[in-house]
């Protein structure tokens, strides 16, 4: 990643991620690590006490710390340009997305979302006309698009490396809502098991939608039909944790998705496996900077981050060479400079460079939130299979 | 494996396997790794001709060499005790089955036979009947089941130490048919392809009962209804090549099976995890003396063939020190030592020793018989579940 | 790591760094990461213009971009106490190291300085003899020590999990110098196989100094006698680029250290194993969040970051849930992480926390010139074994 | 392996591996595996009662069943020759190879030896001299040397793949003498710790000479000096149960050997890496079907047993398709087939196929004896160098 040239570092504010958040953390670990952009607003609660203690804990100057997210884009919009934020990220619960997304978008704000993006298709229809009437960037963050060996497995579908796609097999796994944790006063736990809060789906929306990402990512092939079988295996529980869907994709490829919340003992087990008709690519998140390709006619390779025979757009995810771990935060480092280099060619009246402006866009958000909607009727229904557009 | 002791060498005919074959000679080397019984006879192929050539090529005396197995039959009835075989192993294409092993089976001999067992329920009903009738041994070789971990891994289901199963993944992936190989003059390819002689099902007949038997001699867990989707992904394929399976169990648990033929690169990645209340545990074919145990309170254990502290079923399936691989020929001769201890209890008249006399029996095959049947009737239903009982 | 306060953002300068330089980033990265320091002056080459040119493009104010590192140490004393530097971080090739660090050190500068620390015993004595007058914080830049489970590794064998220690295997290998890469112009290559800027040694001085100091810091054993092999396998190289080294520790372990730059196809094989009277450890750099513990009497255990198991120096080294990668920009940050708190201690005028205030320190970087001056008199020597002490 | 001919089963005879032996029983099973020989005479032990008791543990008919060496060898050499043993398998303690093993020799026999072959290079060298006098066939089981791997192995590095070799590094760690074993009745344990038994080294003897002869089958490289630091780590062991070692080898390559049983939790961790100007190959023994290649200029490569892809000399020393494991059982299998395969060809007068006759001759064995020699020699001396030759 070349960093030799020095544009002007951005500005950006933070909707959510306080005091007692995870994620919020993260996008400004993932932010700072490139040094693009400096942290100088925010409305970081739902709660206006504990938005303002958390701004302060995290520094921002008192007349930018605000106690809901209205008061921060009332202020933003009298500020001048050259203080006013170039983007807004946005990290609260799911059941908030929506109205602030919406709100910013429509201000002509550049907007950074977590996913899933919002809870209907209704919203998210709503969400993509606001950014294309405003020509904003908007991007989502599924963020393990962001590792280099998920670009380069992206780049050897698309050249047609592994021919004609038949089998694609994606599982999200992860142990930790095992057991009746939301009644414990975990705060994750509380929220992503609550439909008011979560949305329609628990584990197919919290994991379940970065499965289908990495699959649209990495093949670009469409869903065509659904066959879900969604359960709540702890008792007690209002949202699926637990999910496994046969998927039938336009033009015949076949395919699993397996995600689950109750698998105990595993942490982060995304992997996909993607089979075409010349071999076929395995790809772990827990072991991100190895991609296997298993070609029909030859020995098994694997690839690695940093290595000089990687496809361009997985060069340039990279920061260190090769046999030097780079992780998750780097991954979500390299979505945030995606996001970045759109926002910097918007600046400038440019137009970006597609291999630096590499991100998920406000339409792959929508997709996911079609996808889960989808995925719950399915799971509601006796047919074998639901198709996609109806 | 203890080997101190000298019984009588037994005495075994093969029907099938000979010249050409594949799994005939895998048969005989796993009978013969611990000496324990001798071939002496056999009709080595539906072609009179090869049959005989073949039994010559394999040292048999040509008294006992047979152009057919109803001779064999025949001259075996004849032959003092001394001199008749202990019993006969059945390794034909699938559609030879039933005849066969019904014949030998009601002339009282004790037989093995590979799976799937025949081709319809009404045959493996019969078949059970008769093996009842004459209360001899009938084993059937689903070999997976003879390697120690996935002894280790029934041991800790089945005593409760993963909890209440939540939810079960089995794969069996393979990539040897992703092209149509049965085109080529390839004798394998041909027949497995071939409705006649393989039966209802390809991939599902030929490895997903494979995978049905391990996750069913695993958890003891019963099927209550499938959701499957079978293709023939390779055109002009008769039978499925690939399929996908939902499963819901008895009690709640769920799964997923998966059984591919066309998964390029693919070697015969058999894999199974098991997740229950307390902990998760992961078994793979191609690194068979691993077993890997995820509880949920504590790190992951890693365990191996050959310890003092695994279960007795597993140790006694191991012949030597832990380090030293073993692989696919020794889990056959665990199942075969299964069959020929259980023979030998016969042969004394004394009740055999469960942990000794440990292989798969007649009722497991026509279980995965009957799987075979309504995965191929799920796959036919625009229902999503079709359930195991009808 | 709880980030949940606000203390203000502390200011460093650097020293190296610039156009063409690689770990100067890494540096730059690691520091931002966690937002704790913000970086505003420098003197970023030994070329003045190149120094300069360096400094505009990083966003260096001008007053604060300076063209040699006296400059910058002239300019910073003049500075007042809330303008000045808190620490200078210290990043030139190897021969730099010792004018800067000491003339830093005199005046009272906190410093972070590289590894390995510098050409000598007397001025490594000479560095430490400094620090230790003025009080200030020194550290050195050992990045792999920063890893939670090198640190969980260390309080396993500090606590005495292991038993008593009888064997230490440590390897670095890397193939990047396989080939005779300083005659392309590659200026990595160049200046470390240059015994003018890069010392005594090559590869034992790169990355033999790390394997070395991950023995010490995981065990605390103290290495009695040394016999080395260093060979310059590529010709017309002057320095080392494989070493073998058989070790004697104080108290009776016995140990093997490899460093090699001429491994073909490896990246950065780090790796680590302990053996003790009760168990073994193993790690790996490259896949940097798992721990492997080998008790004698158990099943092998895998320990992986971020789990609520671990020793409280290890989980303190976390940011980020289990499952999801942590790499080495995040070890390096946490060494760095750790000089901050001790600056912070200083500052305060309170005693550091030790859990926090962790990290490799000058009298680190003085044992490891011993180890390389030693090496060296070994690899010389026709005796066996060459005693660390003399 | 083709097994479609059916040349006579040859017949052989044991020296030792009667009840309470390890080995013994590995080779039975071995020889069984693939159905050439059969087992038909013996001297199981050097005590009297428990050599004819172990030998009607196996089945051997009374007349064949000795109750010493002496009396076998007598009584074959009086047997008509088509009753007589076409080779005899010493598998005693090591410090009976020699008498037995010469004893056969002279007489004329076939014999195979375990290793290490005999204590001292003087008897090596007498051994050698008897079996090219008699031009019989001597094979000695350097098991590891069967694997499939390991063959492709050496067919890389002899055709030039790895190019140039420059570093060799062997390990063969285990963890079962990590304690005082021998004081606890072990039997395994008491002889191999024992001088007058064992020879000269322990466990550079017992798997160090493993080690020596994987690096010379895969490298043909010739070690030219040796410094070595051999270890009694646990207290009262009169051998060494720890060693390291340098090695210089002809040509300018380096090396480093580990052989270890004081690795606790280990089991049989025997692993080589071979880095060439062009490539590095791993292998390990745990994992033995697949062989890691690392290009310099391109990905890592995993090849795997069974694929059509290796060399004759690694598809001819398997029997299943790719995986579906083969282990040490096989392997061992493997090293027998070569020494069959000679035999057949001494009997049919015939010259053996190279390709066949694939096995450690005496000469290996030999060898392996002067590396034990010189490696006892080094540990002894002050000198860093003691060289192959004197």
Redesign the interface.
């Known amino acids: 990643m070349n ?4 544009p002007r ?1 951005l500005r950006y504010a933070m909707v959510g991620g306080g ?1 007692d958040a ?1 994620i919020g ?2 996008h ?2 993932a932010i ?4 693009q952009a400096g ?1 100088v607003a925010g409305a970081l609660s739902s709660t206006p006490g504990k938005a303002l203690a958390s701004g ?4 921002l100057a008192d007349g930018r710390n605000h106690g809901d997210w209205q008061a921060l884009l009332a202020d933003e919009l009298t500020r001048p340009a050259d203080e006013r934020i170039d983007f807004v990220s946005i990290v609260t619960p799911n059941h908030v997305h929506f109205p602030v997304a919406l709100a910013f978008a429509e201000a002509g704000f550049h907007v950074v979302c977590d996913k899933p993006l919002v809870h209907t298709c209704e919203q998210a229809d709503a969400l993509v006309r606001a950014v294309r009437r405003e020509g904003t960037v908007f991007g989502v963050t599924y963020n393990y698009t962001g590792y280099p060996m998920v670009r380069q497995a992206r780049a050897m579908v698309r050249s047609g490396e ?1 021919g004609e796609i ?2 694609v ?1 994606v ?1 999200y796994n ?3 809502l ?2 009746h944790l939301e009644g414990t006063g975990n705060k994750q736990a509380d929220w992503r098991t609550d439909p008011a809060r979560s949305g329609a789906a628990g584990a197919i929306g919290d994991i379940g939608s970065h499965a289908e990402n990495l699959v649209a990512t990495v093949t670009g092939l469409e869903i065509e039909s659904i ?1 879900a ?1 969604l ?1 709540c ?1 702890v008792a007690g529980r209002a949202l699926d944790d ?1 999910g ?1 869907l ?1 998927l ?1 994709f336009r033009g ?1 490829a ?3 998705l ?1 995600a ?1 919340q ?8 995304l992997r996909l ?1 993607v ?6 690519l395995v790809w772990r ?5 190895q991609l296997v ?4 006619d ?7 981050r ?2 000089p ?1 990687l496809h361009p757009s997985a060069q340039r995810a990279s ?12 991954a979500f480092a390299n979505v945030y400079g995606g996001v970045m280099a759109d926002i910097r060619a918007h600046l400038d009246g440019s137009a970006a460079d597609p291999l630096a402006a590499d991100y998920p866009r406000v339409e792959d958000g929508a997709r996911g939130v079609r996808f889960i909607e989808r995925t719950v009727a399915s799971a509601a ?5 639901t198709s996609w557009a109806s």
């Open positions: 960093t030799s040239t020095s570092k005091r995870f953390a993260v400004r670990h700072a690590l490139d040094g942290f302060r804990d995290l520094g592994l038949r089998k097999v599982e992860q142990g930790w095992a057991t066959c079988d359960g295996l637990d496994s046969l039938r015949g076949r395919g699993v397996i689950s109750i698998n105990t003992g595993l942490e982060n087990d496996r089979s075409g008709t010349l071999g076929t998140q827990e072991q991100p900077s390709h298993l070609p029909h030859g020995p098994k390779r694997v690839l690695t940093g290595s025979w920061r260190i060479p090769a046999g030097h771990p780079e992780g998750f935060i780097e229904s006796e047919a074998k299979w």
